[in-house]
């Protein structure tokens, strides 16, 4: 059974850094997308970032210059640095894989961005 486990959340001031982690673990192969979404209370789930197998990103508008996605396929993990993070950015961030026709959801991490 394939689980990801998220971790990096926390508080943070305005202007600070947060570095998201998602590892995968269990039988998983290939995994061809990995993404970070966020969820605000109120709110729908939204892409923020996105990195495929071939090295390709996608950054969501409002966070292009200040988020930066990565990951480490031995490990099959991938990461997200959050930097001059503003109140608006305080969500639950999940964390989202692909694999074939496969796709698998971590449980969630709450970043809150406030003085």
């Known amino acids: 059974q394939v689980q990801l486990v998220e971790s990096g959340g926390g508080l943070v001031q305005p202007g600070g850094s947060l570095r998201l982690s998602c590892a995968a673990s269990g039988s998983i192969f290939s995994i061809y997308f990995m993404g970070w979404y966020r969820q605000a209370p109120g709110k729908q789930r939204e892409l923020v970032a996105s990195i495929r197998s071939g090295g390709t990103t996608y950054y969501q508008e409002s966070v292009k210059g200040r988020f930066s996605i990565s990951r480490d396929n031995p490990k099959n993990t991938v990461y997200l640095q959050m930097n001059s993070l503003k109140p608006e950015d305080t969500a639950v961030y999940y964390c989202?894989?692909?694999?074939?026709?496969?796709?698998?959801w971590g449980q969630g991490t709450q970043v809150t961005v406030s003085s």
């Open positions: 989202r894989m692909m694999s074939g026709s496969q796709g698998y």
